[in-house]
């Protein structure tokens, strides 16, 4: 990992001002993408050329790894540039006291570093960090929100029909700051209006997006448009739902990546593209939406390949190679501190994560994780090189594997366990993750059974009798 002295620092903010402003910075995150079914990972059924354009103009990073298989604490991981099993922050928030669900308060996100930095703010789209006005967005460093507060959210929105919970946790209500917005259209396309609108903010002052669409998540909602541009071939109508809303996506970074072109700012800005976790291609989950992972095996809330590591894009044109792959493990958590080297910011203590920049444009040559480390329930796994060490769960059988060991540079797709020749490797990597783990802490709130079946929580935190969200 990349520590930052004053001495670099002071080189890196003059080199930066001689080549001019400092870059915007966009974090765009799908929900529940499959890895297989973009075009750039194989994916045949339907084109996405906006997304292969995306990977294209940058670094196409083939072992990127989000920090948890689920939505909530994925995303907490990110903001904070730390894994969130430090902060108690392990499962999605569905019960407990408002106070304390949510990303703890105590924690300081991208936002507001960059927002400290000078940059103006926004988050578009699925926050999921909490629900109080202590836990809103414009609390966490965010100058401008415009989307939805909850885990998950309508795509059809009508301006004329009352919210159908008439709570503030509602999933058909979108928020322009803290006030509810009437609204006419469909989501995806109504998260890229605004991201326009913000781009489209005072050039003389940098700015950081974060573009947290809802899609490809469930509910299967789609725009007319759509519709007719999946194949007849695919008769499947959960596939069919989830491929329009894919083409959707695809439009949606169109639109945004014209919008930079032709503005003028492409070459200025830092774009990083993943999602939130695997694609949830179980029948039966609640999220289901076909997301197809192949040759991953498992999806979204094991700690299989399928549920972590996600399609995950860097861009910088003119910084950052064109047309590149990295194939290096990375993590999400390494967008905070990139985000701070671009900014020529120091490394504030306490981030996890690693500048990719020295090494996705060649300067380093070494990885930029000797490890990376996963906590998530009973489940838990470690990767270092090729090796991966991994407990996961079978949500069918209702039971851990127990420790199985995998050589991914020969089997991505997780099948021929290791362990019995290998016991050395299991034994050395299992008391690493058990030293990383001896520095978090118990979750602040209780998960579901998929993601918690001990339904394991800190005392501190009991949960209140709110219905779940």
């Known amino acids: 990992m990349k520590v930052i002295t004053p001495a670099l620092l002071l080189l890196g903010m003059l080199g930066a001002s001689i080549a001019g402003a400092r870059p915007a910075v966009l974090v765009i995150v799908a929900r529940d993408l499959g890895y297989a079914d973009i075009g750039v990972h194989g994916g045949r059924e339907v084109r996405t050329p906006n997304i292969d354009a995306l990977a294209g103009a940058g670094v196409r990073c083939t072992s990127g790894y989000v920090t ?19 902060f108690g922050h392990e499962f999605n928030p569905h019960v ?37 006005a202590a836990h809103h967005p414009q609390s966490r460093g965010f100058d401008e929100f415009f989307g939805f507060l909850v885990g998950g959210h309508n795509y059809l929105l009508h301006a004329k029909a009352a919210p159908k919970f008439g709570s503030a946790h509602s999933h058909d209500l979108i928020y322009r ?15 890229t209006d605004e991201a326009i609108r913000f781009m489209r903010r005072d050039a003389a002052k940098p700015w950081f997006l974060y573009l947290a669409y809802n899609a490809v998540h469930t509910p299967l909602e789609i725009a007319e448009r759509w519709r007719d541009r999946v194949p007849a071939a695919v008769t499947d109508p959960a596939r069919r739902g989830y491929l329009a809303l894919l083409l959707g996506l695809d439009e949606a970074i169109g639109r945004v990546t014209a919008h930079l072109r032709a503005s003028g700012q492409e070459k200025d800005t830092l774009v990083f593209f993943l999602s939130d976790n695997g694609g949830s291609g ?6 289901y939406n076909t997301g197809v992972n192949t040759p991953l095996r498992g999806d ?6 399928g549920g972590i590591r996600v399609p995950f894009f860097v861009s910088w044109p003119g910084r950052l190679p064109a047309g590149a792959t990295f194939d290096h493990p990375i993590s999400a958590l390494d967008i905070l501190p990139t985000a701070l080297a671009a900014a020529g910011q120091l490394r504030p203590q306490g981030l996890e994560g690693a500048d990719l920049l020295p090494h996705l444009n060649g300067s380093r040559k070494e990885a930029p994780h000797a490890a990376i480390f996963w906590r998530f329930g009973p489940q838990r796994a470690v990767r270092r090189g090729n090796w991966k060490l991994v407990d996961w769960r079978d949500f069918e059988a209702k039971t851990n594997s127990g420790w199985q060991l995998f050589d991914l540079s020969r089997d991505i797709g997780e099948t021929d366990d290791l362990a019995a020749k290998h016991p050395d490797v299991v034994a050395a990597m299992a008391a690493e993750w058990a030293q990383w783990n001896a520095n978090n802490r118990a979750p602040l709130w209780s998960g579901t059974p998929n993601e918690d079946p001990a339904g394991q929580r800190a005392s501190a935190s009991p949960p209140a009798k709110t219905k779940k969200r």
Request: aromatic residues 10%; proline residues 4%.
């Open 282 to 287: 179980r029948k039966g989950f609640f999220a």
């Open 96 to 132: 407990g006291d408002e106070a304390v669900l949510g990303l703890p308060l105590g924690e300081r996100t991208i936002a507001d570093r960059l927002k400290a930095a000078g940059y103006g703010t926004a988050l578009i789209g699925k926050w999921h960090q909490g629900f109080d």
């Open 177 to 191: 700051g803290r006030e509810v917005q009437k609204l006419e259209g469909h989501a995806t396309d109504l998260f």
């Open 68 to 86: 948890a298989p689920y939505c909530s604490p994925s995303r907490a991981g990110f903001l904070t540039g730390r894994y969130q099993t430090r």
């Open 300 to 305: 979204k809330g094991q700690m299989l390949e």
